[in-house]
């Protein structure tokens, strides 16, 4: 299983890269396979655990097939280390501070994993989060 696991996340790594490579993306990689740009800096606070985050954001697959916006569903807000999110979402939101916008891409081990959301992110699937932290409060 360990073999097959890293197998897959080794595929995955290959198929990021490739599409930064065709975007001219410059990313980060995070030690649990997050990659994240932080692209327009706020002046705001920073997100901390057991805040409630308010954001603004459109969640792709890499194929460009938009799955969910802030636009037609309204602002997401969860509070950070409660779960209820995408793993890799909490991680990335944990970097911001409000006004800050950036880009995660989720391999699934940190999206929707082996099963994907029942809706419309299929089953082993890589998202990728264009988000902008609007608020932090109580």
Known sequence: MLRINKYLVGKDTDIIR????????????????????????????????????TLNYKVWLLDGTL?????????????IGKGGVEKGLEEGVLM?????????????????????????IPPRSIILYDVELVQISD
């Not at 800050?100 to 809706?119: Q, S, T």
């Open 18 to 53: 490739g599409y930064l490579r065709r975007r001219n993306w410059q990313m980060e990689t995070s030690p649990t396979g997050l990659w994240y740009a932080i692209y327009q800096k706020g002046t705001g606070p920073k997100a901390i655990t057991g805040k409630m985050a």
């Open 67 to 79: 799955c969910y916006s802030s636009d037609s569903l309204g602002q997401k807000k969860f509070r």
């Open 96 to 120: 911001l501070h409000v006004g800050d916008k950036a880009r995660f891409i989720m391999p699934p081990h940190l999206a929707e994993g082996l099963m994907g959301d029942g809706d419309k």
